[in-house]
């Protein structure tokens, strides 16, 4: 099994990485961390995304690939959820980002491959 888990950035990671790492143990998954550059943003703010999931992932013996790109955001997530032939994608959607509003529906809408979301108040009840 292989899930694909698109991050929005290094403080999103923290809040979901240990649970998503979990649920990849548990599966026996491997795990494609996806970073999309926003504009402005260099290659060095996407490594320190996928590293907040690579560091969660090594304390639980979960393999992990990380990849960064740029383009639209949904079109990127699709286009690497086929190439990277993902069973599932897994995102975590933060308190009034683009993600809560609109981008896992279109995801899920556009795409052949299941979505599961983590809430942005999944941090709150785990603490």
Known sequence: MRILIPTAGEEAAYEVAKYTMQVAKRTGADVVVLHILREGETDEVGIQ?????????RDVGVAVTSRISEGDVVETILRVAENDKADIILMGASRGSLVENWLSADVMGQGDVPVLVIPHCFRRLRT
């Open 49 to 57: 995304s996928c590293l907040v999931f690579s560091n969660a992932a």
